[in-house]
C-alpha cells in the first residue's frame, strides 16, 4: 500500500523558516522523482521544487528560487523542503509528489498535504 505522509507545517511569521518533511512507503522510492508542489486558495496547484531519483538534479521555480531547498535521502525514503524567507504569497497546502515513468508504466502519487501559513 502506497503511503506519502507530510509534516512539518504551520504558522510563521514573514521572514520565518519551515522544514517540510515527507516519508514514503509501499513503492521503490529510489526510482521516483520527487516533488514539492503548493496550492493557494483560489489558485492551481503549483510546482515549488522537483528532484530526481538520484538527487542530482533539482529544479525550482522562479517563486521559490534562491529561498527554498530541496532534498531527499533515498536510505530512509524521504524528501524534505527547507523554506527560508517565507513571505505570504508562500501560504498554501504543501503536497509531496513521487512519480515515476517509463515506456510502459506512469505512476503518480501524492500526499494528503499540509498547511503552511505565513502571517504577521
Known amino acids: 500500500q502506497v503511503q506519502i505522509v507530510e509534516s512539518g507545517g504551520g504558522l510563521v511569521q514573514p521572514g520565518g523558516s519551515l522544514r517540510l518533511s515527507c516519508v514514503a512507503s509501499?513503492?521503490?522510492?529510489?526510482?521516483?522523482?520527487m516533488s514539492w508542489y503548493r496550492q493557494a486558495p483560489g489558485k492551481e496547484r503549483e510546482l515549488a521544487a522537483t528532484?530526481?531519483?538520484?538527487?542530482?538534479?533539482?529544479h525550482y521555480s522562479d517563486s521559490v528560487k534562491g529561498r527554498f531547498t530541496i532534498s531527499r535521502d533515498n536510505a530512509k525514503n524521504t524528501v524534505d523542503l527547507q523554506m527560508n524567507s517565507l513571505n505570504v504569497e508562500d501560504t498554501a497546502v504543501y503536497y509531496c509528489?513521487?512519480?515515476?515513468?517509463?515506456?510502459?508504466?506512469?505512476?503518480?502519487?501524492w500526499g494528503q498535504g499540509t498547511q503552511v501559513t505565513v502571517s504577521p
Open positions: 509528489n513521487a512519480r515515476y515513468s517509463d515506456s510502459a508504466t506512469v505512476d503518480n502519487y
Open positions: 509501499g513503492f521503490f522510492f529510489k526510482t521516483y522523482r
Open positions: 528532484i530526481n531519483s538520484a538527487g542530482t538534479i533539482i
